[in-house]
């Protein structure tokens, strides 16, 4: 995630803020330029501070307190790019639902934010029912009343959130259960959209196995027996090992996670370079933008050295390890997969493409 500057008095800012605390200028997010900018009112429109001929309006959901996204004062549209994805929101007259839905549309609003710096195909089922992509956010507690229960899943593009995963206890549940429900069910959406009868569809069976083995069978094993014993030299996660589709949505989310991550080391400006040893490897520094390099060597080598050293500072607090994970050949090969999906040239790797090994 990048940071930002209060273009009126040079104030850091950050991706969720709405006002500046040095100045108290109003601020708007706007995907198209990628900037958190400040605002001049012009009647119920807003001038951005240093673009004057650029009239926006606030996306209908900032009434809530849920965004902060900006939208063509003269355009069509109510609401920006991230929520014109929603198909459902909670009930709001159920108390706590509003600070649940506020917590998932700031997961969801960096999420889709990743999503179009990458130039994903980004579109919601109201404009392409087929192929488009919709989130229900639903309450169990509403639900149950109606003899319903929710259940967070992915179907066809219609992607469903139980909202109590906002909550502390719930998102750790599922955070150790699942892996962050989020982004691994975005990795199905996509499995569907870029891999499914295409020309990368054969290379992803190479990889990550023949995805027509029965699914709900495969899960079921997966809870009944655990995982296999060697799971880490295959699989980015336990989880990742229960079925193809869930090892490449597990991947896949991988991937995110390191490019984001990646471009938040850079916009802090942090460096590794160890004091002792002599393993250049383990030198840092971001000089290219995460999200436009398409080289993934380039990713891995800056990747590593960032996990060895927040890793060693959380030891140092005591706490487990921030990366709790080891890049094994096999799941190297496999990120490197998804890589090639998002910059390729759509054309499928070639054998040498596919294999693991350490690039670094």
């Known amino acids: ?39 001049v009112a012009d009647g119920d429109r ?21 965004c902060n996204w900006m939208i063509p004062a003269a355009g069509p549209h109510q609401f920006c790019r991230a929520c014109r994805l929603n198909r459902t929101i909670p009930d709001l007259s159920m108390p706590g639902n509003l600070v649940l839905w506020q917590r998932l549309e700031t997961a969801k609003h960096r999420l889709v934010y990743g999503l179009l710096r990458l130039k994903l195909p980004l579109v919601s089922k109201y404009e392409d029912d087929e192929s488009g992509l919709a989130f229900d956010f639903v309450s169990s507690s509403g639900l149950l009343l ?33 892996v962050e429900p ?70 896949w989310a991988h991937y995110l996670h390191i490019v984001d991550t990646l471009e938040t080391a850079a916009a802090f400006g942090l460096q ?21 390099q398409d080289d993934f060597d380039a990713l891995i080598r800056a990747w590593l050295p960032i996990t060895y050293a927040v890793n060693s500072l959380n030891q140092s607090m005591g706490q487990p390890d921030l990366y709790p994970f080891v890049l094994a050949p096999t799941v190297m090969g496999k990120l490197r997969f998804v890589h090639g999906l998002i910059f390729g040239t759509g054309e499928a790797p070639p054998r040498s493409a596919r294999a693991g090994g350490d690039p670094c």
């Not at 001929?53 to 900032?62: K, P, T, V, W």
């Not at 319903?148 to 995963?165: M, R, V």
């Not at 027509?212 to 995982?227: E, F, I, K, N, S």
């Not at 160890?274 to 971001?286: A, E, F, S």
Request: aromatic share 12%.
């Open 1 to 39: 995630m990048k940071l930002f500057e209060c273009q009126n008095c040079g104030q850091l800012i950050f991706f969720e803020n709405t006002r500046c605390e040095r100045c108290g200028s109003h601020l708007g997010y706007l995907p198209d330029r990628t900037i958190l900018s400040a605002l």
């Open 146 to 178: 109606e003899g319903q229960q929710a259940a967070t899943g992915h179907a066809n593009g219609l992607i469903t959130i139980d909202i109590s995963e906002a909550d502390d206890a719930e998102r750790e549940r599922h955070r150790r259960d699942l």
């Open 46 to 66: 807003w001038r951005l501070f240093d673009i004057q001929d650029d009239l926006r309006r606030f996306c209908a959901n900032a009434a809530y307190g849920v």
């Open 272 to 292: 590794v370079h160890p004091t002792v040893g002599r393993l250049p490897r383990l030198d840092l520094k971001i000089d290219f933008d995460p999200y436009g």
């Open 182 to 251: 989020y982004r691994t069910l975005l990795g199905h959406y996509y499995w569907q959209r870029i891999v499914r009868h295409g020309v990368w569809h054969a290379a992803f069976r190479d990889l990550f196995g023949d995805e027509r083995q029965p699914y709900a069978p495969a899960l079921q094993t997966h809870y009944a027996t655990g995982p296999r014993p060697d799971w880490q030299e295959h699989h980015v996660s336990s989880y990742a090992g229960a079925h193809p589709w869930e090892d490449f949505a597990e991947t």
